[in-house]
């Protein structure tokens, strides 16, 4: 097994399913002759050629347009969008027709699209740069929507996507991009969709959260745990449908919950989880739930970027309220 980052798991993914499937292509703004604006597409051109790599205008709405095309008429497009948030250039595509395009035909037609795109901050990007627009996106019936925490799932759940007979939104965490590096298989490796990771185990506390906030959670988790606080992480990986059984066995095993997400509070995916916690796992609470997320505000200058998200701070002050109810 090579040691990737995930933006080299990601690259390698699409070239290995290139490989593999002439169906599958690419297109988007800078993914051919410049490799992606953060890299992931570089020597795909080289190999593919311009008929499978697509360079093409600056225009969101038309690369996604044209990938649902592509997938109606038998070809697996993989669509990036340079940021998350010139995605809703495109949002008319994936409401109207990619997300119901199955329902609209009565199962004549379906839409294998992947839509991949950076997400969240963590990097001091502009706020059309930061944003993690995921609820907006996991509100749509139809679409299945991705968030990886690490470069194997990065590879594992994009394989997935792949291969997945619907569309698929692929959020990709740019404070991860180049992170760390571990181990990813070779070959054909998948993570299924709809299924999430206990990254680690606990019976005081169980925190489910996801994408480039897992690691903060994971050091919040080490933090309590000289305090004698036993916490469970859970890593969603498929934001939505999100993994319900996962869920449900963790808080009835632990009693307390912590959600945490960078995007914004309100109307969130936290308050969904806690929604669905609340009718199955009601009686086995043993504290109200607690959720630590961004601000109900636009995503600040670079410079105020640390206060408005989530640290391993704020988890752990989470941790303890939950604890001392």
Not at 36 to 49: S, Y
Not at 169 to 188: A, H, N
Not at 190 to 211: C, F, N, S, W
Request: hydrophobic letters at 40%; a negative charge; one cysteine or more.
């Amino acid at each position: 097994m090579a040691r990737l980052s995930m933006v080299e798991a990601i690259n390698a993914t699409l070239r290995e399913q290139m490989e593999k499937d002439d169906r599958v292509v690419v297109l988007g703004e800078d993914v051919g002759v410049d490799g992606g604006v953060f890299r992931a597409t570089v020597g795909l051109i080289e190999k593919f050629g311009p008929e499978r790599v697509i360079d093409t205008p600056l225009a969101e709405s038309t690369i996604v347009g044209a990938a649902i095309g592509m997938a109606i008429y038998g070809l697996r497009p993989v669509a990036e969008i340079q940021f998350e948030g010139f995605m809703f250039k495109a949002y008319d595509h994936i409401y109207s027709h990619a997300s119901r395009y199955r329902k609209r035909s009565q199962g004549r037609y379906n839409v294998p699209l992947v839509i991949r795109a950076p997400y969240g901050a963590g990097v001091r990007a502009l706020e059309h740069h930061s944003d993690a627009p995921e609820v907006l996106f996991t509100h749509l019936p139809g679409l299945t929507v991705v968030i990886p925490s690490t470069p194997s799932d990065a590879k594992g759940l994009l394989t997935s996507a792949l291969e997945f007979p619907d569309p698929v939104i692929y959020l990709e965490p740019k404070r991860l991009y180049r992170l760390f590096k571990e181990e990813v298989p070779d070959g054909d490796y998948r993570v299924p969709l709809g299924k999430a990771r206990t990254v680690r185990e606990g019976k005081d506390v169980t925190i489910i959260t996801y994408g480039g906030m897992v690691q903060v959670c994971e050091k919040a988790a080490k933090h309590v745990e000289d305090e004698g606080v036993d916490v469970e992480v859970v890593d969603l990986r498929t934001v939505w449908p999100f993994d319900v059984e996962a869920i449900t066995t963790s808080v009835n095993k632990t009693g307390r919950l912590v959600i945490v997400h960078e995007a914004p509070r309100s109307f969130g995916v936290g308050a969904e989880i806690a929604a669905t916690v609340g009718e199955k796992c009601l009686l086995s609470l043993l504290a109200p739930i607690k959720r630590v997320t961004g601000y109900d505000v636009l995503p600040p200058l670079a410079k105020l970027e640390e206060y408005n998200y989530p640290d391993s701070d704020r988890v752990v002050k989470a941790i303890h309220d939950t604890m001392q109810f």
